[in-house]
């Protein structure tokens, strides 16, 4: 799969013919992330659109490459650089190639000054939302847009007018909040945040409108067609459900009430969970007429098969083997004709498979929900999507959306977030680490922020005083992220405030801790997640 475009060759191409195959469409965007804390967001509101849109690297990817690709829009995120200060790297012919784009923020502001307009610094900076005064209100960015909606703005600079712009909309304190030039538009606003009232019709607009798009994923049509496949294979069987309460299972588990409700037996397998996954689960599918619900507690066993593992990817070759007994367990307890889960075509290819032609890919990492030779046939119809296409085909069958944009969680658990070997003490460490550090995050109102987070036990020891003694503790390490699509991350700079919050409760409240860090690592080189 694609993860961030840098350059356009034949494998390149290849590979994103195959992903436009996936998800039946011949039209692509490009987003170039050019470091704002929104680009996720961005991402995600074209997922719900449901146009193809892949991430370029505005320092890698050449007006050359964006020419032979020929994408039907390009859209620019904002970011904290400057036109003038610390430029990000992005080649600014790519403004000439006549394709559509839309500058968000500092992306407007690049290619404001790229047409030779003058970029300032703005008598009167604008945080925060603002009234919208369309003055074109015939212009297809608005199309469907009502005057003075409401609009987010974090900005210090501001676009000034030339000749050439059409000024298309303005607030108290930026008079040039929405324009354009030819095929260029841009917007001093965020569009992809929720305070901004209309800003996904906007980018709904960009999209079908100004670049004239004819594709969107067809999600409803997907679901229809894999709730009759699921029909015609089941029959009157009864389905164990792999239940995670992420949103793979999730989409999956509204396929099956479609298909076969009454049929289903979901079952979540507790012992290396987050401390509010079982929660979600029992909130969500605790008390449904369509599926039955059972708890599975492996946490012995999952202890006892990681003894002696240090490695990560020991560790996750011992918990599979849990995974999969506990499963083949639940499914002849309720006499099950089959066992589903909602592997994706990205899990089967980062653990070496997915090719049609069956060759072989490097292993990336193995999940845990792939190749494990069930004695039962499997259901999985989710594994020919991604991550958001599996989202857009739950919403389409109801799934809740607080379960689709929960955080991801790796498969394996907190069995990635903890060094060396573990034992029942450093799982507990673990998840109330989690715990704390999750509902800091909701609290403050950075969990919707960020792309993800996490703690992680680490096997560090250091020495403490707490207290009148002078005790060993382990070495917490706290990291979070903004990312767009996950496969490149920024270490996310949170508040001091905050975080010298957070480790005061994790320190307080969690005895074994002596000492907490911030990773401040992006990815790459690291890795988001630590194993």
């Known amino acids: 799969m694609i993860n961030t475009l840098k350059t356009v060759n034949e494998a390149v191409l290849a590979e994103i013919q195959a992903e436009q195959s996936l998800r039946r469409t011949s039209e692509v965007f490009l987003l170039f992330s050019l470091g704002s804390q929104f ?4 991402k995600l509101a074209l997922d719900r659109l449901g146009v193809y849109c892949l991430v370029a690297d505005p320092g890698s990817l050449s007006a050359a490459d964006v020419a032979r690709l020929q994408p039907k829009g390009i859209i620019l995120s904002g970011g904290p650089a400057s036109v003038h200060v610390q430029v990000p790297p992005f080649h600014t012919d790519i403004f000439d190639l006549g394709i559509p784009v839309l500058g968000i923020c500092l992306g407007f502001q690049l290619w404001a000054s790229h047409r030779g307009m003058f970029v300032s610094p703005s008598v009167k900076r604008e945080y925060g939302t603002h009234l919208l005064s369309i003055n074109s209100p015939e212009a297809e960015l608005f199309d469907g847009i009502g005057n003075g909606t409401a609009v987010l703005q974090s900005h210090v600079d501001r676009v000034e007018s030339a000749e050439g712009l059409e000024v298309l909309a303005g607030t108290d304190h930026a008079p040039i909040a929405a324009a354009r030039m030819d095929h260029l538009w841009g917007v001093q606003f965020h569009p992809e945040v929720t305070d901004t ?10 999209c079908f409108r100004i670049c004239r798009a004819q594709d969107r994923y067809p ?14 294979r089941v029959g009157d069987q009864q389905v164990l459900l792999a239940l995670s309460g992420g949103s793979d299972s999730t989409a999956l588990a509204y396929l099956l009430r479609a298909a076969v409700p009454g049929q289903i037996h979901a079952v979540y397998i507790k ?6 996954d079982e929660a979600y689960v029992r909130r969500f599918f605790g008390d449904q007429d369509w599926l039955t619900l059972s708890i599975a507690d492996a946490s012995t066993q999952f202890l006892e098969a990681l003894r002696g593992k240090k490695t990560m990817h020991d560790k996750r070759v011992a918990m599979r083997g849990v995974y999969k007994q506990a499963l083949e367990r639940e499914a002849a307890a309720c006499g099950a004709g089959f066992i589903a889960q909602g592997t994706l075509y990205t899990d089967i290819s980062e653990s070496g498979g997915g090719y049609t032609s069956g060759a072989r890919k490097a292993q990336i990492k193995l999940h845990h929900n792939t190749g494990l030779g069930f004695g039962l046939p499997e259901l999985t119809p989710l594994d020919d999507c991604v991550k958001d296409t599996a989202r857009q085909i739950g919403r389409a069958v109801g799934a ?4 689709m944009v929960r955080h991801p969680f790796p498969g394996p658990g907190l069995v990635v977030r903890i060094e060396g070997e573990i034992d029942a003490e450093k799982l507990l460490i673990a998840r109330q680490a989690d715990g704390i550090f999750i509902e800091e995050l909701r609290r403050h109102g950075l969990y919707e922020g960020v792309w993800q987070a996490g703690a992680v036990v680490t096997q560090s020891i250091t020495t403490c005083s707490k207290g009148d003694d002078a005790p060993s503790g382990l070495v917490l390490a706290l990291w979070v992220v903004w990312s767009v699509n996950g496969f490149t991350a920024q270490w996310a700079e949170l508040p001091f405030e905050f975080l010298r919050l957070a480790s005061k409760r994790l320190t307080n409240e969690i005895d074994e801790v002596g000492a907490v860090v911030y990773r401040i690592s992006d990815k790459p080189p690291a890795t988001i997640e630590w194993g």
Do not use: C, S, T, Y
């Open 271 to 276: 012992g290396i969970d987050r401390p509010d």
């Open 197 to 206: 009232v209309d800003g996904e019709r906007m980018l709904e607009n960009f």
């Open 219 to 232: 999600a409803g049509d997907e679901a229809q067609r894999k709730v009759a496949e699921i029909k015609r």
């Open 39 to 42: 680009d996720h967001l961005i």
């Open 400 to 403: 809740p959306e607080e379960l």
